[in-house]
């Protein structure tokens, strides 16, 4: 007996000893994943803040460009190269890391600030025959665009490594020549302040490979990564902690302290285990001891079947306590446990059944007592309040009033399945902000394009007021004085047709692009912000557009989004902000699936309609699609298909919930290979969904 004891003490200790380092590892995989939407935040800041510094030098190209054309298309390369001079000075201060500003009449370099040695080494060349790699194919790509070609990062004549801006000018449809800028790309950077961030190591390289700035090493440690957008291609900027994700994760004290919890808790439940086992082996040696006084008299032989039926019920009900129905006396007897899980205190041991249900609730109580006399056969099981407790009462009846009331004290039962659903709540609020985080920098890019030809147009703008201005001053003079041969002059020379076909395709563009903006943070507002815990009737097309708008930048490089929603959709009630939640989830899940099979572009269908009284949401892909074998699993938590640090596996448990919540089924329908449709289906009317 002591030896089999003491191997199931054993195998216990094992037991146990395997959760621990399972329990830790999932702890650890937890702190790197925190780690990395850390770092891709961070990675997504910088990369914005980058994008801004780049788009304001290219910005000044196209000022400069502005200005050439406007001196050009008068006809007054006299006054070009006078005005140049005091222009560029007024540009150069704009942005730090300017080294110089050029004008190619013919593409070959005649003005060039400022009038340093090494900037004078430019002018003179030809870069339309420049042979260093790359230069003149450049200005080629800035005419046949009409716009404007961004090099490579090069060592420049002046020496040193900078960034080339160019941009063609055109007389009508001839090609007059060009104009470019030259920064250094370590002010760019500076100016970026991606160096300030502590604990972070970064890189910058271009989509060819080429190191810009920061440690070359970073590329190796599997970095998160964030896309500066260029005229022409990409950079890719990285970032990863300089002690790797590893040393990040198992740094906090919160590794320390739950692996000294866990070795507390084994301890604790090896020396309860030895203890129960102990006293089970005690009970065993009475038990024994009491069977065989019993069947020594036949005068106990009825005690004895009362005994059996007791313990039998003991094996399937834990922490239980009992009555009894005394078959003589017709009187109810308290058994094991009873008095403490009905609270009698000191009232005595037999009696009427209503008195010992006492302080019971009252409404409980009487349907106990219903039940127990409706004289119907069958299993029952009934759930009553005893103060602060919550107690199961069970019973059999056939044929005949039952014998024995089992009472089991179920309130821990009770208090784990409430934390457990605060639990999902609380996951349900992560995933919530953790995928609102993962399309901010998506959100920052979208608003930054308009925000880029918002600028630009705007710049165009203020080129062409002074010359609206002094037209406006020469009137006014030639009104007092009546010498108009001035205005003429400036009348004739301005130009009119181009000025009345662009200046106002400029300002609907720069209208267009403010539109976009507003519509942008509208939906992200609308996301951010949940006004409602209750469910209230509201309209799922709309979600649905809403959500397909503040995803845009996750899908719009991967795959097409169709969708088709019945405009006859009633509204529907439930909990708004939760039903937002499961949308972004489910077309995160399908740019996720489309990106894994490499099928680009891939496509996302999107439909609503209405059955019965019931509506449907379904969201397909062309992604790799679901296996059969692992259909059943996807929506438990903590299961996922995705390599170690890309997945948490709370996607899909955390919408399962909700959509259990609010009395709904989900169901997913795949063939692996041809991609995966996920079906949801919510009822119309549910007043009461999600109280609570």
């Known amino acids: 007996m002591r030896t089999r004891q003491i191997l199931k003490l054993g195998a216990l200790g094992v037991l146990l000893l395997f959760a621990a380092v399972l329990v830790d590892h999932l702890h650890l995989e937890y702190r790197k994943v925190q780690a990395r939407n850390q770092v891709a935040t961070f990675a997504s800041s910088a990369a914005s803040t980058m994008t801004n510094a780049l788009n304001q030098r290219l910005s000044l190209v196209r000022g400069l460009s502005a200005f050439v054309t406007v001196k050009v298309t008068d006809g007054s390369p006299d006054q070009l190269e006078r005005e140049f001079p005091s222009f560029a000075a007024a540009y150069f201060p704009q942005v730090p890391g300017i080294r110089n ?16 040695p090494g900037n004078l080494k430019v002018i003179g060349n030809d870069i339309l025959q420049d042979k260093r790699p790359g230069f003149a194919d450049a200005v080629r790509r800035a005419i046949q665009s009409r716009g404007m070609a961004v090099h490579e990062p090069v060592e420049l004549i002046q020496g040193g490594l900078g960034l080339l801006a160019r941009q063609a000018i055109f007389v009508g449809d001839r090609p007059w020549g060009a104009v470019g800028i030259v920064f250094n790309i370590s002010a760019l950077i500076e100016s970026s302040r991606v160096g300030t961030i502590e604990g972070q190591a970064w890189a910058l390289r271009t989509t060819a ?3 810009i700035g920061g440690d070359p090493r970073v590329f190796d440690n599997a970095p998160e990564i964030a896309r500066i957008d260029l005229p022409e ?48 082996q005690t009970l065993e040696q009475l038990i024994e001891t009491r069977t065989k006084a019993l069947a020594d008299a036949a005068a106990f032989a009825r005690e004895i079947s009362h005994t059996k039926q007791r313990l039998t019920e003991a094996q399937h009900i834990a922490q239980l306590g009992f009555v009894e129905l005394d078959g003589p006396s017709r009187s109810w007897v308290l058994g094991t446990g009873a008095r403490e899980v009905l609270d009698l205190g000191e009232k005595r041991d037999t009696g009427e059944l209503a008195g010992y249900l006492a302080n019971v609730a009252s409404e409980d109580r009487h349907r106990l007592l219903d039940s127990i006399s409706s004289g119907k056969d069958g299993d029952y099981a009934l759930e009553l309040r005893v103060a602060e407790k919550t107690l199961l009462a069970r019973w059999r009846y056939d044929g005949e ?26 996951l349900s609020e992560s995933s919530r902000l953790e995928a609102l985080g993962t399309l901010a920098g998506g959100v920052a890019h979208e608003i930054n394009t308009p925000a880029q030809f918002i600028g630009d147009n705007l710049a165009f703008l203020k080129t ?27 009348a004739a020379a301005f130009k009119y047709e181009f000025a009345a076909r662009e200046l106002p395709a400029a ?3 720069a209208l267009e692009g403010i539109n976009r903006i507003a519509s942008i943070v509208a ?19 709309r979600a649905v557009e809403l959500a397909a708008t503040v995803t845009t930048n996750q899908w719009k490089h991967v795959a097409e989004l169709r969708m088709n929603l019945d405009q006859r959709l009633p509204a529907l009630n439930a909990i708004e902000g939760e039903i937002n939640q499961v949308l972004i989830n489910l077309i995160v899940n399908a740019v996720d699936a489309i990106k894994a099979s490499d099928r680009f572009p891939g496509r996302i269908d999107i439909a609503t309609r209405l059955i019965a009284d019931a509506v449907e949401l379904s969201i397909a892909d062309t992604g790799l699609g679901v296996p059969a074998a692992i259909q059943d699993k996807i929506f438990e938590l903590f299961f996922t298909t995705k390599p170690p640090g890309q997945g948490t596996g709370q996607g899909l448990a955390i919408i399962r919930a909700i959509v259990l919540r609010h009395d709904g089924t989900i169901t997913v329908d795949s063939e692996p290979g041809n991609g995966a449709c996920f079906i949801l289906r919510l009822p119309v009317d549910r007043s009461q969904a999600g109280a609570g």
Do not use: H
């Open 101 to 116: 500003l050029a004008v190619a009449p013919d593409f070959v370099v005649r003005l060039v600030y400022p009038t340093d």
């Open 209 to 211: 490979g080429k190191l």
């Open 233 to 280: 291609g990409y950079w890719e900027f990285a970032m990863c902690p300089n002690a790797g994700w590893k040393e990040v994760a198992t740094r906090s004290g919160e590794v320390a302290g739950l692996r000294a919890f866990l070795a507390v808790l084994a301890i604790a439940v090896m020396a309860l285990a030895w203890s129960q086992m102990r006293q089970r």
């Open 401 to 426: 009033a039952p014998e024995i009331i089992t009472f089991q004290d179920i309130s821990q039962r009770k208090v784990e399945e409430s934390e457990r659903a605060k639990m999902i709540e609380r």
């Open 464 to 490: 062409w007021l002074p010359r609206l201005l002094s037209i406006a001053r020469q009137a006014r003079l030639a009104a007092d004085t009546g010498d108009w041969s001035a205005l003429s002059a400036e």
């Open 507 to 509: 300002t609907d563009q």
């Open 523 to 541: 939906a992200i507002k609308e996301f951010s912000y949940p006004s409602e815990k209750m469910p209230r009737p509201f309209d799922l097309n």
